[in-house]
């Protein structure tokens, strides 16, 4: 028998003779609310068995029925299941709709890669080894953040990686909008932002720190509030809330280049280097009147409960200089214009929650006043020390991002030819063996938990979707891995045992993922623009 090779690792698999043979003759089984995931399975079946299964609402006089079923009774956890593989019938119970889609996903991964491809390869029977698998994730939050603000990915690109992010179980996709770098999302009330902030006339080439030169080339692009709907509503049919972030009151250059009143200084572009630019947002009213419009587009079009707010990385230079953002300060009986940041953060945190939304920011919104206790804190800074402990102590919910095991804009080993890259490495088998709740962690006693964890694409350095999926695979599966399973199954069986089998199915796919042996030699840095530093 085969090895079962499912990423990530369910909580429980157990062999059992035989086979279950899909073929034009199986129906999938469901009524009322599991009709769609009968769906998800038709549709994703469909391309590469080249079999339209029918949907029935009863397996009466059905030969081999695959039955899709929601039964509180016999799942408790709202994104478990059980998945049942037998001669004569396969089960799929759980108790939502979105449980009954990770069943879905794991069907798949039991299947021939081949079938995951977008046309049949070959004739003949599909074999399905008897199983049963009963799972449940760790985390309820499992994500996957892409960076469309450094570079603009197109849409086709981001369903994909819905796609892609589904099969790995995960739940949430968080969009980075903006940046100083560009603005993408479409607000109809303030239209330069997506005629002016979305592009930039070039871009640096080299190292993220040591500026080589630029490439002449425009960049840009932005998302039609409808491209978002899109979006969100495709990722909602996968069982993915799509969080948006509009990151403030730093990290705003691009919305500066587009309303320099915002800004305390004069008008700036839209930066054409990396790092992080010292122009902010003024503490003015236009500034605080922006941040409402753009929030209430946001809620508009994303359904999420959570809105990510950013917070990270503000340089305060700005405000010390201007008389205006010090008098202001002391008007709203600030202790200094550090506190300015807090003061931002908590103007957008209680509109989000007039519109019923929780807030989410990345750690530094702990500093200089920091943020009311339902904010989620994303704890990405790795360098400082018991930094989750001491977030989930003040009584915040916590997703672990921490940059040195979730950052996979990081190099990818040690190899002279891998692509420019953020300047540190996170390997596959460092991701692989990440706790996102070390034993340390599980003895605080704060208010706060662990919600879960995600995966960071930052895109200084992925220009198109082949290099993302370089970057992003295979460490996403260690991510995902991390994400669902628990420490103890993962270390009894270590994601390597699986890696083969997930990349033929990344094969199959189409994913330009790096090879265990390093990158090939078209995915190489080379001497040139992609040298790595
Ligand atoms: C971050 O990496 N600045 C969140």
């Known amino acids: 028998m085969d090895r079962i090779d499912v990423v990530p690792l369910p909580q429980v698999v157990l062999r059992r003779p035989g086979a279950f043979l899909l073929d034009g003759e199986v129906a999938l089984v ?44 016999r799942v408790a956890h709202p994104e478990g299941y059980l998945l049942d593989v037998q001669p004569d019938r396969v089960d799929l119970v759980a108790a939502t709709v979105q449980g009954l889609g990770w069943a879905v996903q794991t069907f798949r991964q039991l299947l021939p890669s081949r079938t995951l491809r977008s046309a049949p390869v070959a004739a003949g029977p599909i074999e399905v080894g008897c199983v049963s698998v009963a799972d449940e994730p760790r985390f309820p939050w499992r994500g996957l953040m892409l960076d469309v603000a450094r570079h603009f990915m197109r849409k086709d690109f981001l369903l994909r990686m819905v796609d892609l992010a589904a099969l790995h179980r995960l739940n949430v996709l ?47 692009g932005f998302y039609r509030i409808d491209d978002l709907r ?183 080993s040690d190899h002279p030819g891998e692509p420019v890259a953020f300047p540190k490495t996170t390997t596959l088998t460092h991701t692989a063996g990440y706790d996102p709740v070390p034993p340390e962690l599980m003895a605080v006693q704060g208010a706060g938990v662990v919600l879960g964890t995600q995966a960071h694409l930052w895109t200084e350095h992925m220009s198109n979707p082949r290099q993302v999926e370089y970057m992003a695979f295979p460490r996403l599966a260690a991510v995902a891995e991390a994400a669902w399973t628990g420490m103890d199954r993962r270390r009894e069986h270590p994601l390597d045992a699986r890696l083969l089998g997930y990349l033929s199915r990344l094969d199959a796919l189409g994913v330009e993922y790096r090879p265990p042996t390093g990158p090939l030699p078209w995915q190489e840095g080379g001497s040139g623009a992609r040298c790595r530093d």
């Open 30 to 73: 469901a009524t009322g609310m599991a009709v769609p995931a009968a769906w998800l399975l038709h549709d994703l079946l469909r391309p590469g068995t080249g079999y339209a299964l029918r949907i029935l609402s009863t397996d009466d006089g059905v030969t081999r029925p695959v039955v899709l079923k929601l039964d509180l009774s």
């Open 230 to 412: 899109e979006i969100v509503g495709y990722a909602a049919g996968r069982g993915l809330t799509v969080v948006p972030e509009m990151g403030i009151p730093g990290h705003t250059q691009a919305a500066l280049s587009a309303y320099p009143e915002l800004g305390t200084t004069s008008p700036h572009p839209v930066r054409t280097r990396w790092g992080h630019s010292p122009h902010v947002l003024a503490p003015c009213p236009e500034a605080l009147e922006f941040i409402i419009d753009v929030l209430d587009v946001v809620t508009d079009v994303f359904p999420s409960p959570f809105v990510h707010i950013g917070g990270d990385e503000c340089p305060r230079d700005e405000w010390r200089a201007s008389g205006y953002a010090r008098k202001r300060a002391a008007e709203l009986g600030l202790p200094s214009v550090d506190s300015l940041q807090s003061w931002f953060l908590r103007a957008a945190i209680t509109h989000l929650a007039s519109r019923q939304r929780r807030a989410v920011g990345w750690d530094q919104v702990m500093e200089d006043g920091g943020v009311p206790g339902d904010t989620v804190v994303m704890c990405w800074r790795d360098w400082v020390p018991n930094l989750a402990a001491m977030t989930m102590a003040a009584g915040h919910d916590v997703v672990q991002c921490p940059a040195d095991a979730t950052y996979l804009d990081h190099y990818q």
């Open 174 to 220: 968080h969009l980075h909008l903006n940046d100083d770098q560009g603005w993408r999302l479409e607000v109809p009330s303030w239209p330069r932002l997506t005629e002016a902030g979305c592009w930039r006339p070039e871009t640096a080439t080299g190292p993220t720190v040591a500026l080589i030169g630029h490439d002449g080339t425009p960049h840009g």
